[in-house]
């Protein structure tokens, strides 16, 4: 059978997802999810990479996944990502070229040093004008080996890279297919990404390094507890402002307000540009979304309607999964990267 497998390596955990598509549509064949070693993705020490690899390789024989040759998610925080507006109408070839010449006004590195990628988001016939929008995707090289090393330890194949929000959403533009601008967020444990996609093609992205870890933090030190009982508590009672007379509201009010404010400025930013377009839904993603009253919260700070993502919708899976209904948001990355 042909299948097609999702690899998601984040700070806090991993996570595996195979699909295969038939004439009945595309089903789960697997999925699961394990911790992350700790500090092993950003580590140079051998030893770290290879608690890394071991990881994954028990994931997959966890999970039963027997094809080794995976899509994995890049981390946004060290990937480039640039919507380019305005490029001449160019064949692929020259496009080739003149991408190199533009890469090298948004890229803070030597071109050698990483690899330049781009993708037609829309031709000048889609957007009306005699002008192309252009995905340009640059990672670095260092970033692209030590990801293909540590999978060779664990005997995987890279056959795509690319980065976490462009998958999370690919994996949820089609949960929502009458909603015209979207703006997909995952909520990860260091990292928040986030992107607006207009009529399913991507408008504009950004990354802010803050995220669940952040959040732990401020409750042990807003509440004096140990990280372990501080993760805990977070978990338990979220950011619902009746519980525990909201002290964990509190404390977390300065990390929710730098999410916040980062999310209102991409939509004043898109909406600035796109007048008269307005981001009608939210779609929150990752582990950081499951905190009790997260959904909530985001909805009421930005006034738009929000909801914890769902990338099963469309999906069949046998009821050996139903585990998987609760967890959607934490497997968006991975069944994005299983749908490419
Ligand atoms: N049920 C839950 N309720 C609340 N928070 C949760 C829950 N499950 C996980 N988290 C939090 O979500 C974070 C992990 O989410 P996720 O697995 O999406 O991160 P990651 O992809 O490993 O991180 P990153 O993308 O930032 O590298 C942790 O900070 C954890 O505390
Ligand atoms: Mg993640």
Same mark, same amino acid.
């Given at each position: 059978m042909n299948t097609t497998v999702g690899l998601d390596i984040g700070s806090h955990s991993i996570k595996l997802v195979e699909l295969s598509k038939d004439k009945n549509g595309l089903t789960v064949r697997a999925a699961g999810s394990c911790p992350t070693p700790p500090k092993s993705l950003t580590s140079a020490i051998s030893a770290d990479q290879e608690a890394l690899a071991i990881a994954i390789k028990k994931l997959f024989a966890d999970c039963g996944?027997?094809?080794?040759?995976v899509a994995i998610a890049l981390p946004e925080s060290q990937v480039i990502t640039r919507v380019l507006e305005?490029?001449?109408?160019?064949?692929a070839r020259e496009l080739t070229s003149a991408i190199q010449w533009e890469a090298e006004q948004y890229?803070?590195?030597?071109?050698?040093q990483v690899n330049v990628d781009f993708t037609i988001l829309r031709d000048a016939k889609q957007t009306g004008t005699n002008k192309m929008e252009v995905l340009l995707v640059a990672a670095p090289k260092v970033l692209i080996e030590k990801y293909v090393h540590i999978l060779e330890l664990a005997d995987v194949t890279i056959v795509e890279a690319e980065t976490e929000i462009i998958a999370a959403s690919r994996a949820l533009v089609r949960t929502v297919p009458t909603v015209k601008t979207v703006m997909v967020v995952s909520l990860g444990a260091q990292t928040t990404d986030l992107a607006i996609l207009h009529g399913g093609v991507l408008a504009f992205t950004r990354s802010i390094s803050a995220g669940g870890e952040a959040l732990s933090r401020a409750v042990a030190q807003g509440l004096d507890f140990e990280p372990a009982q501080a993760e805990e508590f977070k978990r338990t009672?979220?950011?619902? +402002?009746?519980k525990l007379e909201g002290k964990i509201v509190a404390a977390t009010k300065p990390v929710m307000d730098t999410i916040v404010s980062e999310m209102t400025r991409a939509i004043a930013f898109y909406q600035e540009k796109y007048?008269?377009?307005?981001?009608?839904t939210v779609l929150l993603s990752g582990?950081?979304?499951?905190?009790?009253g997260m959904v909530v919260l985001i909805a009421k700070a930005l006034e738009i309607e929000a909801q914890l993502a769902?990338?099963?919708?469309?999906i069949q899976k046998g009821? +050996?999964?139903?585990?998987?209904d609760a967890e959607g948001a934490v497997f968006s990355v991975a069944v994005g990267l299983a749908l490419r």
């Open positions: 996944v027997t094809n080794r040759e305005d490029v001449p109408q160019l064949s890229i803070p590195l030597p071109l050698a009672y979220g950011v619902e +402002q009746d007048k008269g377009e307005r981001v009608e582990g950081t979304a499951r905190l009790p769902n990338p099963w919708v469309g009821s +050996q999964f139903a585990a998987l």
